[in-house]
C-alpha cells in the first residue's frame, strides 16, 4: 500500500525558511523508476508544481522560485524534504507531495497524494 | 517553459449531461498530458495520464483524447460526485506546469 505523508511548520513568519518533510511507504525511493514531486496550493486557486526528485542527481524546479527551493531525498529514511528561503505571505497555501513514475525518459502522471499540509505565513 | 491553458474556467451541467473540458499546451506534448479531479478539501486524484490511458479504479465514463497541443476531457454521463475541480497537467519536460482548471457546477 503506496501512503505519503507531509509534515512541518503550520505557521511561518515571514522571511523565515520552511521546511517540509514527505514520508513515503509502499514504494522505495532508491527505485529510479519513482520519483516525488512537491505541489502547493494557495487558498481557492490552481495546484502550482514546485519541485521533483528521482535520484540525489535528478532534481528539477519551478523556474520562477529556482533560487528559493531545495529538494533532497533521504532513502534510508523514505524521506523527500522541501526547503523554501524567504516566505512571503504569497506562499501560504496546502504544500502536497506526490509520486510520479518514468519508464525511460517518459514521465506518467501523479498517482499517489499526500493528504497536504496547510501553511499559513503571517507574522 | 510550457504553458497549460484550460476551458472553460468553469461550467454548469445537470446529472446525466455529457461534458467536455479542453486544454492547450503552449508547444507540443505529443501526448505528456494528464488529467485530475480535486473534491474540496481533498488531494487531487488522477483520472487518466499520457492523454487518454484510464488510471485503475476511474469510472470508464471519464475519457481522454489529443495530441500535440490540443486535449480533451470527456465526462460521457456526468454523476453527482463528478462534481468537483479539473485540472491538466504536462508531463513532457520540466518544469511540469499545471493548468488553471475547470470547476464543474450543478446546474
Known amino acids: 500500500q503506496v501512503t505519503l505523508k507531509e509534515s512541518g511548520p503550520v505557521l511561518v513568519k515571514p522571511t523565515e525558511t520552511l521546511t517540509l518533510t514527505c514520508t513515503v511507504s509502499g514504494f522505495s525511493l532508491s527505485n529510479l523508476r519513482m520519483g516525488v514531486s512537491w505541489i502547493r496550493q494557495p487558498p481557492g486557486k490552481a495546484l502550482e508544481w514546485l519541485a521533483h526528485i528521482f535520484s540525489t542527481d535528478e532534481k528539477s524546479y519551478i523556474t520562477s522560485l529556482k533560487s528559493r527551493l531545495t529538494i533532497s531525498e533521504d532513502t534510508s529514511n523514505s524521506q523527500v524534504v522541501l526547503s523554501m528561503t524567504n516566505l512571503d505571505p504569497m506562499d501560504t497555501g496546502t504544500y502536497y507531495c506526490?509520486?510520479?513514475?518514468?519508464?525511460?525518459?517518459?514521465?506518467?502522471?501523479?498517482?499517489?497524494w499526500g493528504q497536504g499540509i496547510l501553511v499559513t505565513v503571517s507574522s | 517553459d510550457i504553458q497549460m491553458t484550460q476551458s472553460p474556467s468553469s461550467l454548469s451541467a445537470s446529472v446525466g449531461d455529457r461534458v467536455t473540458i479542453t486544454c492547450r499546451a503552449s508547444?507540443?506534448?505529443?501526448?505528456?498530458l494528464n488529467w485530475y479531479q480535486q473534491k474540496p478539501g481533498k488531494a487531487p486524484n488522477l483520472l487518466i495520464y499520457t492523454a487518454s490511458t484510464l488510471q485503475t479504479g476511474v469510472p470508464s465514463r471519464f475519457g481522454g483524447s489529443g495530441s500535440g497541443t490540443d486535449f480533451t476531457l470527456t465526462i460521457s454521463t456526468l454523476q453527482p460526485e463528478d462534481f468537483a475541480i479539473y485540472y491538466c497537467q504536462q508531463s513532457y519536460s520540466t518544469p511540469l506546469t499545471f493548468g488553471g482548471g475547470t470547476k464543474v457546477e450543478i446546474k
Open positions: 508547444q507540443s506534448i505529443i501526448n505528456y
Open positions: 506526490a509520486r510520479m513514475q518514468r519508464v525511460g525518459a517518459s514521465w506518467f502522471g501523479f498517482d499517489y
